[in-house]
């Protein structure tokens, strides 16, 4: 089993940069994809981006497409998720999720198709 832990939120002005972290630990041998989702309150947790098992292939929602990067360091099974020129309605907590079971060289943006997640990082962006 594998376990995921965020870090990196925090409180922010419009215009700023901040790096979510999403560590893995237990069977980090797999290849498996990883997703970053927000969730306002009131709101769906909304998928934002997302890397294959390979690190080869991403996926970004339109919102913010152009300003956030994901990216995996395996050797420190961490993924990463680059923000830059936040606004605030990137406000949120933040997941990151592990999908196991399907084609780990796939990104979904369903939550359902994640199987691990981890307890999520507050990120407020201020105007």
């Known amino acids: 089993q594998v376990q995921l832990v965020e870090s990196g939120g925090g409180l922010v002005q419009a215009g700023d940069s901040l790096r979510l972290s999403c560590a893995a630990s237990g069977r980090t041998n797999m290849r498996y994809a990883t997703g970053w989702f927000r969730q306002a309150p009131g709101k769906e947790r909304v998928f934002v981006a997302g890397?294959?098992?390979?690190?080869?292939?991403?996926d970004y929602a339109d919102s913010v497409e152009g300003r956030f990067t994901v990216s995996g360091d395996y050797a420190k099974s961490t993924v990463y998720l680059q923000m830059n020129s936040l606004k605030p309605e990137d406000s949120g907590f933040y997941y990151c999720?592990?999908?196991?079971?399907?084609?780990?060289?796939?990104?979904?943006?369903?939550?359902?198709?994640?199987?691990?997640w981890g307890q999520g990082t507050q990120v407020t962006v201020s105007s």
């Open positions: 890397i294959s098992g390979s690190g080869t292939r991403f």
């Open positions: 999720a592990a999908d196991f079971l399907r084609d780990p060289s796939l990104v979904h943006t369903h939550p359902g198709s994640y199987d691990v």
